[in-house]
T-cell receptor, first 113, second 115 residues
Framework: SQKIEQNSEALNIQEGKTATLTCNYT??????LQWYRQDPGRGPVFLLL?????KEKRKERLKVTFDTTLKQSLFHITASQPADSATYLC????????????FGQGTTLQVKP | DGGITQSPKYLFRKEGQNVTLSCEQN?????MYWYRQDPGQGLRLIYY???????QKGDIAEGYSVSREKKESFPLTVTSAQKNPTAFYLC??????????????FGPGTRLTVL
């Protein structure tokens, strides 16, 4: 069956360092992958989308890579700040235009000042 | 001010009762979705709708029902048949274009507690 795995343990880093979050998947060939940020008690907010034919995508301090051979996406936040503390979710979609996404369980990032 | 709204924010229900969660969007999106989130887990799809008067079951549809009579509205009913309904419910909407879909916009969520 299709499976998405993100680090279940919280990631704790010091302010100013680069945070790297991992999203692995099996039994799946997604057409694209999205990353969302979720704060406690709130709905997720979209951050970045990367397609299967793209290796890397950047937006300000955020960078996403997508390796379809390794079946893995890495999400980087450079020069991290305490305000970046949140749970980050990856979501994969198939090539059909149903809009359905499969979400990972999320990784909680804590940036300490 | 465009967006997606859910009401109520908190909902308490007695066992055996049906309850309806509201979701409204003014983003002119064709697609709408309902997810359930349990502590420490990702989002699981309950139902989704690509167009008015049509909807499909997601991965965990049992014990839930929906309707899509208007483009702006996609209410979710949690029935007494749902064995463990206590959870955080999220509604989302998006445009649906081929070959890639746009991002999903989420509402603030409804936290349902069964007493």
């Amino acid at each position: 069956s299709q499976k998405i795995e993100q680090n279940s343990e919280a990631l704790n880093i010091q302010e100013g360092k680069t945070a790297t979050l991992t999203c692995n998947y099996t039994n799946y060939s997604p057409a694209y992958l999205q990353w969302y940020r979720q704060d406690p008690g709130r709905g997720p907010v979209f951050l970045l989308l990367i397609r299967e034919n793209e290796k890397e995508k950047r937006k300000e301090r955020l960078k996403v890579t997508f390796d379809t051979t390794l079946k893995q996406s890495l999400f980087h936040i450079t020069a991290s700040q305490p305000a970046d503390s949140a749970t980050y979710l990856c979501a994969l979609a198939g090539s059909s235009n149903t809009g359905k996404l499969i979400f990972g369980q999320g990784t909680t990032l804590q940036v300490k000042p | 001010d465009g967006g997606i709204t859910q009401s109520p924010k908190y909902l308490f229900r007695k066992e055996g009762q049906n309850v309806t969660l509201s979701c409204e969007q003014n983003l002119n999106h064709d697609a709408m979705y309902w997810y359930r989130q349990d502590p420490g887990q990702g989002l699981r799809l309950i139902y989704y709708s690509q167009i008015v008067n049509d909807f499909q079951k997601g991965d965990i549809a049992e014990g839930y029902s929906v309707s899509r009579e208007k483009k702006e509205s996609f209410p979710l009913t949690v029935t007494s048949a749902q064995k463990n309904p206590t959870a955080f419910y999220l509604c989302a909407s998006s445009t649906v274009t081929y070959p890639t879909n746009d991002e999903q916009f989420f509402g603030p969520g409804t936290r349902l507690t069964v007493l």
